[in-house]
């Protein structure tokens, strides 16, 4: 079976993924090329084309990979129903859509007492088609939802590279373990580059995001917890990898599933992303309950985090879930009108302050440590603990 290319139904040049959903579309030849998909946008589902005869059998690992299969059938053909047998057996809980040229009553009832989910006529369509994979992709999500609680998904964003994104994710994920009585809270350094939220913790694990990138679709629940290494305060940490790997060595769909997961085990998952923009950083802000930007009252990064705000508000991700943190804020600017012109300038307000202390914050990253374990009453504690209403209001919403 022939892949001939990936059809992602936006037009823009970033391509947000984000429910890691892949429609595997296997059509005839003559199907394929009579088929109308061009021109029509149906939001952010990916469609796999798999050029097949109808009777030919399909890869094990394309179907593995799918959310949803549709599928030609060719009632004159024997082997074409033999095959959706197939696949109804091994794949049980792939939802098919049966498409043909032939929709007379039986044929159709064969098709649904066979398992087939709907049936969409040939010469394919892209309306049609894109009404069925929303609406199966909607029960999906309901049925997803119901079976587990998602923890709340924290993104951490900097300006530009060394203005304290870490050292605030770390502080926050920190505080926010502190006080979780739930299922617990994990930081997840996906600065697959420059990541040392790690080595700020004080941890030193050969296990990374880098193993669970790997692993592609056997992760599960038991690598994701032997690859978090559990902090001096009860934070579960998943390093960035100990050599630098290049950011295209991950992608959407793995990058979601392994957020997937970790939503699934934890309250909270904080992410520490890399400054360069990659389509999977940008999808899973996009999917972000919060966005913090990291800034500092510099002109150059006054001017980055505009720049960034503007990449986000292009991509529809709603400016009410970004929060601008000024770091490093000396004492005399702290809540004074330099942080309003700051804001001025920004187009966005500035909501939180973090004070400027070197010594302590290099102190503590010396150590491996918090802050709070060199100085347990600190300005910029205060700072990180301003933040936690919102983080613990909008919990699992
Ligand atoms: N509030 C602060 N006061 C003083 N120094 C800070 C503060 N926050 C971070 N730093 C320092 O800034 C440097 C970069 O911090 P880091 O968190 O690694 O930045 P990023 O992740 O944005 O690259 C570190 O040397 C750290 O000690
Ligand atoms: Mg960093």
Redesign the pocket.
């Given at each position: 079976m022939g892949v001939s290319e990936y059809i992602t139904f936006t037009s823009e040049d970033w391509v947000l993924d984000l429910k890691s959903r892949s429609v595997l579309l296997v059509l005839s030849e003559a199907e394929m090329t009579s088929a109308h998909f061009e021109d029509v946008t149906i939001g952010q589902a990916q469609v796999l084309l798999a050029t097949t005869p109808p009777d030919a059998r399909l890869e094990e690992a394309q179907l593995d990979a799918a959310t949803i299969l549709i599928l030609e059938i060719r009632p004159d053909m024997p082997k074409s129903i033999d095959r959706l047998k197939q696949v109804r057996a091994s794949h049980p809980d792939l939802p098919i859509i049966a498409a043909t040229r032939d929709s007379n009553l039986s044929l159709v009832r064969m098709l649904l007492k066979q398992g087939v989910r709907d049936v969409v006529a040939l010469p394919l369509a892209q309306t049609e088609l894109a009404a069925i994979i929303a609406e199966i992709c909607g029960e999906l999500d309901a049925r997803k939802a119901a079976e587990v609680q998602q923890g709340q998904l924290i993104s951490v964003l900097?300006s530009i590279?060394?203005?304290?994104?870490?050292?605030?994710a770390t502080h926050l994920a920190g505080e926010l373990a502190a006080g979780n009585t739930g299922k617990g809270v994990c930081l997840i350094d996906l600065d697959l580059q420059?990541g040392?939220a790690g080595a700020y913790l004080g941890l030193s694990s050969q296990l990374s995001i880098a193993d669970l990138i790997a692993a592609g679709a056997r992760i599960d629940r038991d690598l994701l917890r032997s690859v978090a290494s559990k902090s001096a305060n009860g934070l579960h940490v998943i390093a960035a990898p100990i050599d630098i790997m290049p950011l295209e060595s991950a992608n959407s769909e793995q990058m979601l599933r392994i957020i997937e997961l970790a939503r699934e085990e934890f309250d909270h998952v904080v992410l520490?992303l890399p400054t360069n923009w990659t389509n999977w950083t940008l999808s899973l802000v996009a999917l972000s309950d919060i966005v913090f930007l990291?800034a500092e009252l510099s002109v150059a990064s006054l001017r980055q985090a505009k720049r960034q705000l503007q990449l986000l508000a292009s991509q529809d991700i709603s400016s009410s879930h970004i929060h601008v943190i000024a770091?490093?804020v000396e004492k005399r600017m702290f809540r004074t009108i330099n942080l309003d012109d700051a804001s001025h300038a920004l187009g966005h307000q500035i909501e939180y302050s973090?004070?400027?202390?070197?010594p302590l914050?290099?102190a503590a990253?010396d150590q491996g440590v918090l802050i709070d374990a060199i100085r347990a009453r600190s300005k910029?504690g205060a700072d990180i603990s301003a933040m936690l209403p919102i983080l613990t209001k909008e919990a699992g919403a």
């Amino acid at each position: 079976m022939g892949v001939s290319e990936y059809i992602t139904f936006t037009s823009e040049d970033w391509v947000l993924d984000l429910k890691s959903r892949s429609v595997l579309l296997v059509l005839s030849e003559a199907e394929m090329t009579s088929a109308h998909f061009e021109d029509v946008t149906i939001g952010q589902a990916q469609v796999l084309l798999a050029t097949t005869p109808p009777d030919a059998r399909l890869e094990e690992a394309q179907l593995d990979a799918a959310t949803i299969l549709i599928l030609e059938i060719r009632p004159d053909m024997p082997k074409s129903i033999d095959r959706l047998k197939q696949v109804r057996a091994s794949h049980p809980d792939l939802p098919i859509i049966a498409a043909t040229r032939d929709s007379n009553l039986s044929l159709v009832r064969m098709l649904l007492k066979q398992g087939v989910r709907d049936v969409v006529a040939l010469p394919l369509a892209q309306t049609e088609l894109a009404a069925i994979i929303a609406e199966i992709c909607g029960e999906l999500d309901a049925r997803k939802a119901a079976e587990v609680q998602q923890g709340q998904l924290i993104s951490v964003l900097k300006s530009i590279g060394g203005v304290g994104a870490t050292t605030i994710a770390t502080h926050l994920a920190g505080e926010l373990a502190a006080g979780n009585t739930g299922k617990g809270v994990c930081l997840i350094d996906l600065d697959l580059q420059f990541g040392d939220a790690g080595a700020y913790l004080g941890l030193s694990s050969q296990l990374s995001i880098a193993d669970l990138i790997a692993a592609g679709a056997r992760i599960d629940r038991d690598l994701l917890r032997s690859v978090a290494s559990k902090s001096a305060n009860g934070l579960h940490v998943i390093a960035a990898p100990i050599d630098i790997m290049p950011l295209e060595s991950a992608n959407s769909e793995q990058m979601l599933r392994i957020i997937e997961l970790a939503r699934e085990e934890f309250d909270h998952v904080v992410l520490d992303l890399p400054t360069n923009w990659t389509n999977w950083t940008l999808s899973l802000v996009a999917l972000s309950d919060i966005v913090f930007l990291v800034a500092e009252l510099s002109v150059a990064s006054l001017r980055q985090a505009k720049r960034q705000l503007q990449l986000l508000a292009s991509q529809d991700i709603s400016s009410s879930h970004i929060h601008v943190i000024a770091n490093r804020v000396e004492k005399r600017m702290f809540r004074t009108i330099n942080l309003d012109d700051a804001s001025h300038a920004l187009g966005h307000q500035i909501e939180y302050s973090i004070h400027n202390d070197y010594p302590l914050v290099r102190a503590a990253h010396d150590q491996g440590v918090l802050i709070d374990a060199i100085r347990a009453r600190s300005k910029i504690g205060a700072d990180i603990s301003a933040m936690l209403p919102i983080l613990t209001k909008e919990a699992g919403a």
